[in-house]
């Protein structure tokens, strides 16, 4: 991968960010440049602005169609909302549900009568997956309802699939692990993947992890890129929410589920993390720590363009997420994109 190095004199740091490695002058959350969170506004200029710079060419609903099945639809608070696998839509999904009103609010997966992530199951309390409407339902809704994505840092989204998927929930007895895909598949296929470990021990380590996706390309929707998923930039989005900045994000959401629903925030943590490890706009992850470049540049084809499309950058020097990719040095002025998370 090329590198190119910035004559800007200020403190420096390499990072990962538009697919490839460069040097760059961002530093976020110092005393000089505090961190600050995007508004709506910033945050749909920055996606904006990289999806002009991608020029895909406009598509009808009916090419679209095998790539909404990700995105559930709330009729009754007039809402789509599209997740992804470890950021967050479990707890968002959960939330839907209990804003239906046909469920107590501190209810929980286990009140709903089998798995929530199944459609029959979302169907059950009224939500549906956008894929299944009749054309004309489907621009109706792209037109009028509030759309949101939810998403978080890719890097660390990955790491969270593998502790999650394959070190947490899995013991050393077995020699396969089960990755559910119904939510996002067409309804009329949807399966459950086994995934074979590599080994005869399951307890795979990050690198082990890693190598496997590389020499199988193996794609999962657990850990497949945002853009694969979805079309993102063929769809004008409302508001992009942020796992990083949940707590201050969730309420852009919340705020459209009253009546039924009446809580101020959303804390997205699952049970096995540190709130503070889960909230931190800026991560280190050790686990990337000697990656040989070939790892590097897989990595840089799957996530680059989501990192760009949603201001995601990425310190190698120091393994460290960045919740701003851009220029937080307050040159703005000469810069096509905010500095902020």
């Not at 945050?43 to 009808?60: E, K, Y």
């Not at 007039?78 to 549900?97: C, D, E, M, V, Y």
């Not at 990955?158 to 119904?182: C, H």
């Not at 590389?214 to 979805?230: C, F, M, P, Q, R």
Request: aromatic share 10%; glycine share 4%; net charge positive.
């Amino acid at each position: 991968m090329k590198s190119e190095e910035n004559t800007v004199k200020y403190t420096y740091a390499t990072v990962f960010v538009l697919g490839c490695l460069t040097t760059s002058h961002v530093v976020l959350g110092t005393s000089n440049h505090p961190f600050r969170i995007c508004t709506q506004r910033e945050r749909m200029r920055i996606l904006q602005h990289q999806c002009r710079q991608l020029n895909r060419t406009p598509v009808s609903v009916d090419e679209l169609r095998p790539r909404l099945c990700g995105l559930l639809v709330d009729d009754l608070h007039k809402l789509i909302l599209l997740g992804f696998p470890k950021a967050g839509s479990s707890t968002w999904l959960l939330t839907l549900i209990r804003a239906t009103g046909l469920v107590p609010q501190n209810a929980t997966e286990k009140n709903l009568g089998g798995n929530m992530h199944i459609r029959e199951i979302q169907e059950k309390y009224g939500l549906r997956r956008l894929c299944v409407y009749s054309t004309v339902d489907i621009q109706k809704r792209l037109e009028n309802y509030f759309k949101v994505i939810v998403v978080r840092h890719p890097l660390d989204r990955l790491v969270s699939v593998w502790r999650d998927k394959f070190i947490i929930a899995k013991s050393s007895s077995k020699t396969m692990v089960t990755l559910e895909t119904t939510a996002y598949t067409n309804p009329s296929q949807e399966k459950t993947e086994r995934l074979l470990y590599p080994k005869a021990i399951p307890k795979w380590t990050f690198l082990e992890f890693l190598y496997y996706l590389l020499e199988t390309n193996t794609s999962n929707i657990h850990w497949a890129s945002y853009g694969k998923v979805a079309p993102l930039c063929s769809i004008q989005w409302d508001a992009v929410l942020k796992t990083e900045t949940s707590t201050t994000d969730s309420n852009v959401v919340l705020k459209r589920l009253e009546p039924q629903l009446n809580i101020s925030h959303l804390d997205i943590v699952h049970s096995h993390q540190s709130r503070t490890r889960m909230r931190v706009p800026d991560k280190a992850l050790p686990e990337y720590w000697n990656l040989a470049p070939a790892v590097w540049k897989y990595l840089s084809e799957m996530y680059g363009t989501d990192m760009k499309l949603f201001g995601y950058g990425w310190n190698a020097e120091k393994t460290q997420t960045k919740c701003a990719s851009h220029n937080c040095n307050g040159l703005d002025r000469i810069y096509p994109l905010p500095c902020c998370c």
